[in-house]
């Protein structure tokens, strides 16, 4: 089956723009979470979404924010972006909330996206 | 909180040679444990995984061993090849309480030379 499916793959914007990446998740899955890697920071936890609900939300300023639809697609947004949020955005999907025992969290390949 | 240490990177051995990357976490109660991998330009692929102490996860020839007593789940693989150059990530989930989430180590590069 398709795994988790994230667009677009890349794209550059500019300071102060805003932004707007898809996830969908493998098809049955109702957790969709968000990370956001860089080399000096690793992987860091965005937020996490589950039947439409925020479950979680990581150590972001306002600017983050997330919403998942009733057929379990997913889509974050940064507003005002600066270039520090230049970043691979990972968008992972599971059939359980993410903490729980023995559920394994199967990750896109991820938005880069660069800001100038 | 939970956290999860891998060993520094990175990690260069010759095709052939024996591969080991510590990884050592931090949790109350009974994570599950993950290996995840990066290839080079891509999204993080799960490589295997253990829920249970003394589980040992395994896949292409690599394998963990879930260790409760020493809080560790080392990656190990006999003979590696020039295609498993790729970041690899130590990575624990728990249930219970508001912090549900993926906690990732920091990664470890490994290259591997012909």
């Known amino acids: 089956k398709a795994g988790v499916t994230q667009t677009p793959r890349y794209l550059i914007k500019t300071r102060g723009q805003q932004v707007t990446l898809s996830c969908s998740p493998i098809?049955?899955?109702?957790?969709v979470s968000w990370y956001q890697q860089t080399p000096g920071q690793g992987l860091q936890f965005l937020f996490e979404y589950f039947s439409e609900t925020q479950r979680n939300k990581g150590n972001f300023p306002g600017r983050f924010s997330g919403r998942q639809f009733s057929n379990s697609r997913s889509e974050m947004n940064v507003s005002t972006l600066e270039l520090g949020d230049s970043a691979l955005y990972l968008c992972?999907?599971?059939?359980?909330?993410?903490?729980?025992?023995?559920?394994?969290?199967?990750f896109g390949e991820g938005s880069w996206l660069t800001v100038v | 909180g939970d956290s999860v240490t891998q060993m520094e990177g990175p990690v260069t051995l010759s095709e052939e040679a024996f591969l080991t990357i510590n990884c050592t976490y931090t949790a109350t109660g009974y994570p599950s444990l993950f290996w995840y991998v990066q290839y080079p330009g891509e999204g993080l692929q799960l490589l295997l995984k253990a829920t249970k102490a003394d589980d040992k996860g395994s896949n292409k020839g690599f394998e963990a061993t879930y260790r409760k007593e020493t809080t560790s789940f080392h990656l190990e693989k006999g003979s590696v090849q020039v295609s498993d150059s790729a970041v690899y990530f130590c990575a624990l989930s728990r249930g219970g309480g508001s912090n549900y989430k993926l906690t990732f180590g920091k990664g470890t590069l490994l290259t591997v030379n012909p």
């Open positions: 098809s049955g899955h109702r957790s």
């Open positions: 992972a999907s599971s059939l359980d909330p993410q903490g729980l025992a023995g559920n394994t969290i199967y």
